[in-house]
Structure formats: structure tokens, C-alpha cells
């Protein structure tokens, strides 16, 4: 085979099968995060590569690399790749998009729902035995969902499949965008555009669904949280570093904040004290595309990009989800 790629973790043996079909395949067998120079290594001999989130792909780790001709994220969110970079070095990038819409907004419901209705501290507090006799007629109070008004920060793909799930449930829904929805996709998600502090003062509910870049670092921080009611669940299944953790922390335990449901952290895996000091948060290690069906998707996704930028399968030359189609003519 004229053609060798790296897989920086295990994958699906039948997405691998299907790579080795077309090419050479060297997969690491464990799941960890590799250092910049082992990344530049590892890098140095492949023709292509997959990689997930925390295998963070910049200039300095393609830099002399005269051989790497794609980069596949297992991701639909690439702020683990300095595009630009990649673009000057005429390397194609690809990501992992739509294949996990649905099943990430029926994620972030979940989280919504935990943390309202605080199934996972009762859960903690029935497991540890403390349910036993009558209990109080007014505890574990949550605060309810249906009914609600729910606000989007965030509107792309994800954040409509999202909104759509809100009309099951009663709730009017409110969004903030940097640019507004065509109408008719306003009318089919029912779903009304306001600016961002609107949102924040009349959402009985928040979802995050931002794309993690430098104007969105702490795009909810302490005077964001200052405005949103003390009722209100957060839910954050878009990334770390969106919501400023320690603030987000201080209000929970506050009270100013009736709870959260996160799924990304600012520099995870480690989580803040603060934040898994409580009980009010609901909190899981990014999970939210892990469906079996969709892991799955995305994985052949993001194989069928990688071989369609060297010159394999049935998109030859045509990588379904490029992020830097400038590149093609240089490839
Ligand atoms: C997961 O966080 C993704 O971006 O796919
Ligand atoms: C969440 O688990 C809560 O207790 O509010």
C-alpha cells in the first residue's frame, strides 16, 4: 500500500478494517493525550492522520512535516486544530459534522432534566442507604421543565435539533445567535431570535451550544450568571472554557443558580474543586455524542474523509466535511 495513517486511539475494528482495505494503519492502543513532540513524531511518517479533541494539532507539530497530507478530527468541534496553520501547510483538516445532532440534543435534554429534577444527587443519596423509613413530603424539590421558557445560546445545527425537542415539552423557545435564522427555519424550530441578555434574564432554562473559539473564552462568567434567574439549570454540552467554571461554581453554591448540567469543563479532564464539590451540578466526562449509532457514524466519517483526501472510496478527492476546501488546488 503506497499510503500510511496514524489513529491515535482504538477505534471501531470495522472502521479500521474498512481503512485497511486502502492503507497502511498504525492505531495506539491506549486512550491518552499525547504531547506536542510525540504528536510531531508520530506525524512525521503518515501520509494522514485521525485524532480526537485532545490531540491538539498546531504549527509547531506539522512544522518540517513535508509528508502529512490530511488530518481527520473525531470531532464535529475543531478547536483542537490551529486551521490556519494547517491551511498554510497545505495539510487538509476534516471534521465530524451532523452524523451527531440528534443525539447530542437528546443529551443536552438529558442533562436538563437531571439536573432540574436532581436525579443523580438523589441517586448518590439512595445508593449510600439513606432511604429508608417515610420521607419528607417536600424534599428533593426540583424545579420543573415542561412549561418553561428555554433559551439557546448558540444556534447551529445542534442548538435547532434542541430547540425542536422544546415544542414536546411546552416550552416557549428563546435563542441568541450572532446572526439571526432564516424565517422559515425560526418557524420550524418555533423559536424566537433576542439579544444575549435578554436571553440570560428571561430563560427559565439555558443550553449552551457555542463553538469554543477566543470571542466565546467565559462567554458566560460571573456578570452573565448575574443575570439569569435563580431558578434557572444551565447546561453546557458545547466545550470547556465557554462558562467561566469558578464563577459557575460560586453561583451554584450560592443559590443563585438552581442548578447545572455539564458535560465539558474547562481544562478536562480535570474538573474544578468547586464544581465537583457540588451536589447541585450534574456533571459527565463529554459524553454527550456517545451513542453507540453515532460514535460509530462519526468514526466512518471520519475515516471516509481521510481516504477521500488521499485518493480513496467513492469521494476521492472530495473529503465530505474539508474545513479548508483552499487547500484542494495545492493537494
Ligand atoms: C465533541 O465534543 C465534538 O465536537 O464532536
Ligand atoms: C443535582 O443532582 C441536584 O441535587 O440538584
Redesign the pocket.
Known sequence: KSHSVWVSRPLFPEVLAHLAEYVDVRVETTERKHTPSELREKLADVDGAIVA?SDRIDGDVIAGNRRLRVVS??????NNFDVPALTAAGILAT??PDV?NET?ADYAWALLLAAARRVSSAERWLRAGHWRGSMRFDDWLGVDVHGKTLGILGMGRIGQAIARRGYGFGMPVLYHNRSRLPEDIERECRATWVQKAELLRRADHLMLVLPYNAQNHHAVGAAELALMKPTAVLVN???GGIIDDAALAVALREGRLAAAGLD?FEGEPVVHPALRECENAVLSP?I??ASADTRRA?AQLAADNLLAALGYGPNAGHPPSLLNPQVRGRA
Do not use: W
Not at 478530527?73 to 475543531?78: E, F, I, K, P, S
Open positions: 479533541l478530527n473525531l470531532a464535529v468541534g475543531y471534521n465530524t451527531l447530542t454540552i458545547a466545550r465539558v463529554h454527550a455524542s462519526m
